[in-house]
């Protein structure tokens, strides 16, 4: 068997999030950050991915549970990163492949990066290769060893650096790609030799060296793309990186955003060519927003949401699980939840939809071209014809719409 697997360490208990949950489920920008992990190693083609999981175990594989490419791997006890990949044996003893080797808690990895690492290890006949980042503040990660020539001599975490040592730079994002049975060879012979008494997967790097095989590090990492997540203020850093990545694809799409700080966009939207975000617009969840809407300021769209082309949604309009036609207006304090409105249809200011009846949630229905009045509300489950006129302050159910007449009337 030979081809391109993945290991992927997330058993960590993470005291630094202090938390109840496991670290990897916490979300950036609407996903947890596992997710990111993944799908930038199936963007390189990567077959399997072992999934190394302890803490929270059950909550990670009950969210991901359904991809058939992951395999759940159980680290009873988090003896460290070594340890933790060492788990995966088992399963990949025999593998005749190449293997990366990443952290669940890197959300702000690329595709590219991996691609560069493969690439480089198959250019320069490696045994192990190791993306590198450069950073102006490297306090907490390993640094990155080299000799006088620059060649790669070993990682040295930040509490077992000497003060030399902790004044470079250069670190280690935890992006790495081996030659499987080399990497379980040296993972063998990882001692627990150091400050946190814990069998540390950076020592691997030294002992394949030892063996006379041949190491690569390649810089390339953008200092951005290097962070990992340990604490909440590191989750919240994260995020606001991911969410200038998000806004710069969209903007590049043709989307403007009006102020990119005081506008936060889920990475599931899709928002289409000439629609413009106003200020403090937030968009979470699936929602999907067509070609030259105008959003916000101060809009909340929620999981569900679709926009047809030139809606304009205005301050303080709340928007889930709805369809809304070509050329909907709701300019002011709306709630629209659980509807389907049709083209060509005005909101006036401080309508809504009442939506959930105390037990369950209830549909609405508007058809094209109506009116609804401002003030008004639209009792759910309830199905208003194409041109219905619903006058200002309405509270109208079911039973009403019979009595209601055309727009214009
Ligand atoms: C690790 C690296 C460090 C690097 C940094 C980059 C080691 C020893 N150090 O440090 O060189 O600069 O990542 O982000 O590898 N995990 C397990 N089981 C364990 C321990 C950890 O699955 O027993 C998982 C964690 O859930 C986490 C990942 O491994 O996803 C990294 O562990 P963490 O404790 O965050 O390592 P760092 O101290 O960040
Ligand atoms: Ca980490």
């Not at 049709?342 to 200011?349: E, S, T």
């Not at 609405?364 to 619903?390: H, M, R």
């Amino acid at each position: 068997m030979a081809g391109r697997v993945a290991i992927i360490l997330a058993a960590g208990v993470s005291s630094r999030m202090n938390t109840k949950m496991a670290k990897v489920l916490h979300e950036v920008c609407g996903r947890p950050m596992l997710a990111y992990v993944l799908d930038a190693c199936r963007e390189v083609g990567v077959d399997k991915m072992y999934v190394v999981v302890g803490f929270g175990s059950g909550q990670v594989q009950q969210q991901f549970g359904e991809a058939d490419d992951i395999v759940w791997i159980e680290q009873q006890e988090q003896k460290g990163t070594a340890h933790a990949a060492l788990c995966c044996k088992e399963y990949l003893k025999d593998f005749d492949g190449e293997t990366l080797v990443l952290c669940g808690d890197g959300p702000l990895i690329r595709a590219e990066t991996l691609k560069t690492v493969i690439e480089k290890n198959e250019s320069e006949h490696a045994a192990a290769t190791l993306a590198t980042a450069v950073l102006e503040d490297p306090t907490g990660y390993g640094r990155i060893v080299r000799d006088a020539y620059g060649n790669m001599q070993g990682i040295v975490e930040h509490n077992d650096c000497t003060a030399e040592q902790l004044a470079i730079k250069e670190i280690n994002p935890s992006y790495y790609l081996f030659d499987n049975k080399i990497l379980f060879e040296a993972l063998d012979q990882v001692k627990p030799d150091n400050v946190k008494n814990e069998y540390y997967l950076t020592d691997a790097i030294e002992i394949i060296l030892a063996a006379g095989h041949k190491v690569v590090a390649v810089t390339a990492v953008k200092s951005e793309e290097a962070m990992s997540i340990n604490s909440r203020e590191q989750l919240s850093e994260t995020s606001k990186i991911m969410q200038r990545r998000i806004q710069h694809n969209l903007m590049t799409n043709g989307v403007t955003i009006v102020d990119p700080d005081n506008t936060w966009i889920d990475v599931r939207a899709q928002i289409g060519q000439d629609t413009t975000i106003e200020p403090f617009t937030y968009i979470h969840g699936k929602v999907r927003i067509g070609n030259g809407c105008r959003i916000g300021p101060f809009a909340y769209l929620r999981d569900g949401t679709v926009l047809e082309d030139d809606v304009i949604l205005g301050v303080f309009t709340e928007v889930r699980d709805s369809v809304l036609g070509q050329g909907v207006r709701a300019r002011h304090h709306s709630y629209i939840g659980n509807a389907k409105i049709g083209k060509n249809v005005n909101i006036g200011a401080g309508s809504i939809t009442a939506n959930f009846d105390g037990e369950k949630v209830n549909s609405t229905s508007i058809g094209d071209d109506c009116y609804i009045g401002s003030g008004s509300i639209i009792i759910a489950p309830i199905e208003l014809k194409d041109g219905s006129n619903v006058k200002p302050g309405t509270v109208i159910s079911q039973g009403d719409v019979d009595k209601l007449g055309q727009k214009g009337q």
